[in-house]
């Protein structure tokens, strides 16, 4: 098989890889496209290692046709059309997936594109519904700040949280991107030249939001928390502009704030797998009525990973790369 492997330079290079054969509760997915993510430029940077018994090659997303089935395997069959969260190894035109980290493909959704859903709904669902304490169905009254609203997982959390009656607000960089985020329904602010605080207290009547998702890290703590309402609820996902800030515990103690971090490439098989099965079960549908749509910036050929990583690292990208076998 085909798959783009990463050079002792952190590069991506074009290799000739044995096609592997899918263990016990693993499919086979000859890949239709693979989803380009922020974790996988961290990896060649050496900074988000694989799990145990994971492909080298990057590649956290991918959807295709199954092609193969390892033991005990019944959910699927061969010709099926799914997406589906990797452990890695998505660059490529064959990859392993566990059976139970595979979901078909939505309605009114195209095989390729549906490459980029993955990553991006078991991250938001996983974080605003399952640690943040969301409704899956009716978020009406309730008001949430999105930082990073042009990237993978901010297109799709605008319209999953509008699709369940949130109020949502959005933070992205220049008027063009701005324009883009309220079109999906969001207020967006442009964090360069505005003060996401301000507009979000003044927009909530000086309440602030219920919950923040931040990709942002350590830049954004303390702003964060002079956002937030009481008993609000700050879930950290990224850390794009540093790890490391000081935080006044008292804001924190006198409004009853809470404070999550999380990942999602290293959670644990059994973690994975029952949000997946909990995304199949609740947040599907909003796919399937066409009230989520996957946001593609490009698609490019597999080849070209190595400038598809150089426009995600510059910012040009709004919504998700794709990359074409």
């Known amino acids: ?39 996988d430029l961290l990896q060649l940077q050496g900074h988000h290692p694989p799990p145990d018994g994971a492909p080298d090659h990057p ?15 019944t959910r699927w069959q061969v010709g099926d059309e799914v997406c589906a969260l990797l452990d890695g190894g998505g660059y490529a035109s064959h990859a392993l997936a566990w059976a139970d980290c595979v979901l078909r493909v939505p309605d009114g959704v195209s095989l390729v594109d549906a490459a980029g859903l993955p990553e991006a709904m078991a991250t938001l669902w996983s ?79 000086e309440r602030g939001v219920d919950v923040i998702l931040d990709v942002v890290g350590a830049k954004y703590l303390q702003q964060n928390l002079a956002a937030l309402a009481p008993h609000g609820r700050l879930v950290v996902i990224g850390l794009q502009k540093g790890s490391t800030g000081e935080l006044d515990l008292s804001t924190v103690l006198s409004r009853w704030l809470s404070i999550h971090g999380t990942g999602l490439r290293r959670r644990p098989q059994q973690e994975k797998a029952a949000i997946m099965a909990d995304l199949c079960e609740r947040a599907w549908r909003y796919l399937d009525r066409g009230e989520v749509r996957p946001v593609v910036h490009d698609r490019l050929p597999l080849t070209e990973a190595n400038e598809a990583h150089r426009q995600l690292s510059a910012g040009e990208v709004f919504g998700k790369l794709l990359l074409i076998p």
């Open 59 to 73: 590649g956290l997303e991918a959807s295709g046709r199954v092609v193969a089935l390892g033991e005990g395997v």
């Open 1 to 39: 098989m085909r798959a783009m492997v990463i050079t002792p330079d952190g590069a991506l290079q074009d290799a000739e890889l044995p096609t592997p054969d899918p263990g016990p509760g693993q499919v086979l997915i000859e890949v239709a496209a693979a989803g380009v993510n922020r974790a």
């Open 127 to 205: 974080n605003l519904v399952g640690v943040a304490g969301l409704s899956a169905t009716d978020n009406t009254g309730r008001t949430v700040l999105v930082h990073g609203g042009s990237g993978g997982v901010g297109t799709t959390a605008i319209q999953v949280l509008r699709a369940t009656g949130a109020v949502v607000f959005t933070t992205a960089g220049g008027p063009e991107r701005v324009e883009r985020c309220h079109a999906l329904g969001a207020y967006a602010i442009d964090h360069r030249s505005e003060d996401f605080v301000q507009r979000v207290r003044e927009a909530t009547g």
